[in-house]
């Protein structure tokens, strides 16, 4: 049978606490640096984010992605069983081994899956479904869980001010299926790239095997997230109106027939530009970034979550998601709910 992949059902789950501006103005103040409520607003579209107590099970990684699994299946009417691949998408894994795809099957019971982890940081979910659909369209996978979670929280540097107002907890999930290739709600096209050339402009120097946290780096904060933030803006707002282009080109479809947009969440000013040089006006754009920050992997799959809880994504509307994350990684996904 020819067939396609359709996402049928998704879940988000959050951490409770909640990170204010104010919260990380006073915290920044115990290191004599200085930010504000309005300079953030202003910059990035933040107000506030939750922040996992990683004491507590119930926050770590696989936890928040096994939470937002559940209400995913349960949303797709299917059972932990009926899953044959779970694919976990994160930079911020409970433990470098095992995945924490692994840790989460254990967590809901999926016993007749698979599981692997897939690190494109912030592109992981968008690299996730592609994923997912390949292996849908090859017959080799029928039911597949498709998480997008982080604790990224555990690698800021709440030293670093460019970086602790951006970042939050959370995940996101979505079961994706084989359907007949003439179904109309489906996975409609796709494009994904990378650029290791631009590695340093977002990334975590040690604790890989490359260098070890000895005290010395741990001193200089180099087991945290670096980051080069005004270039990597510039080069955000390229790339992600490329791979959106690229996307709607492979059908010859103009941006003006999209229901809705839900572009990854990491500054609002990034997907204002985005969304002005793509040709969507804001109406249709999805955000999430004030509540919640800078989710990583988390970002579109909790926005688009919401988005269809509340009614606004209806049966049969065309979306597009679009992220960026370190690598460079990026990649665009347009499918009809
Ligand atoms: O998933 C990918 C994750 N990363 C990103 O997407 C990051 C993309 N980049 C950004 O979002 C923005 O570059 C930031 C929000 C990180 C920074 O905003 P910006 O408008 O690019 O600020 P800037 O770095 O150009 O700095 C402007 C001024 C500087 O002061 P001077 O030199 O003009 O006096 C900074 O020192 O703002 C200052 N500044 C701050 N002030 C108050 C930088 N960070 C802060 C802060 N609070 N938190």
């Known amino acids: 049978m020819e067939s396609a992949a359709r996402i049928i059902g998704t879940g988000s789950a959050f951490p409770e606490r909640r990170m204010t501006n104010d919260d990380i103005a006073q915290e920044l103040i115990r290191f004599g640096l200085k930010t504000n409520n309005q300079w953030i607003i202003e910059r990035t579209g933040i107000i506030e984010r939750r922040i996992s107590n990683i004491q507590n099970e119930a926050e770590i990684n696989s936890s928040l ?4 699994a559940k209400i995913a299946l349960e ?3 299917r059972k932990p069983e009926d899953i044959d691949q779970i694919i976990y ?5 409970d433990t470098l081994m095992p995945s924490t795809a692994c840790w989460l099957q254990q967590k809901i019971g999926a016993r007749s899956a698979w599981a692997m982890d ?12 592609v994923t997912a ?3 849908i369209l090859s017959g080799h996978s029928k039911t597949v869980l498709v998480v997008g979670g982080e604790v990224l929280s555990q690698w800021v540097n709440w030293q670093d001010r460019n970086i602790c107002i951006l970042f939050g907890d959370g995940a996101g999930a979505a079961v994706v299926e084989q359907v007949p290739a003439r179904s109309s709600q489906r996975i409609l096209s796709s494009h994904l790239s990378s650029d290791g050339n631009l590695s340093k402009l977002l990334y975590i120097p040690a604790g890989g095997s490359s260098l070890e946290v000895t005290p010395e780096r741990y001193a200089q904060n180099l087991h945290k997230m670096h980051m080069s933030g005004r270039e990597l803006f510039k080069v955000a707002v390229r790339t992600l109106t490329e791979c959106a282009l690229r996307t709607l080109e ?11 947009f839900v572009p990854h969440q990491a500054n609002l000013r990034i997907i204002e530009a985005v969304a002005n040089r793509i040709g969507i ?12 920050g800078n989710t990583s992997a988390a970002t579109i799959p909790t926005a688009l979550d919401e988005a269809i809880r509340d009614g606004r994504i209806r049966e049969g509307q065309t979306v597009l ?17």
């Not at 897939?118 to 479904?129: D, E, K, L, T």
């Open 65 to 68: 992605g096994a939470r937002a």
């Open 118 to 129: 897939i690190n494109a940081a912030c592109s992981g979910f968008i690299y996730g479904v």
């Open 133 to 135: 659909e390949q292996f």
């Open 321 to 337: 998601t679009d992220a960026f994350g370190s690598g460079l990684t990026a990649g665009a996904l347009l499918f009809r709910w």
């Open 250 to 260: 492979k059908l010859h479809m103009p941006a003006i027939k999209l229901d809705w």
């Open 89 to 93: 998408a994160t930079c911020s894994p």
């Open 75 to 77: 949303r797709a009417g």
């Open 281 to 292: 006006p804001m109406e249709k754009v999805i955000i999430n970034l004030d509540r919640f």
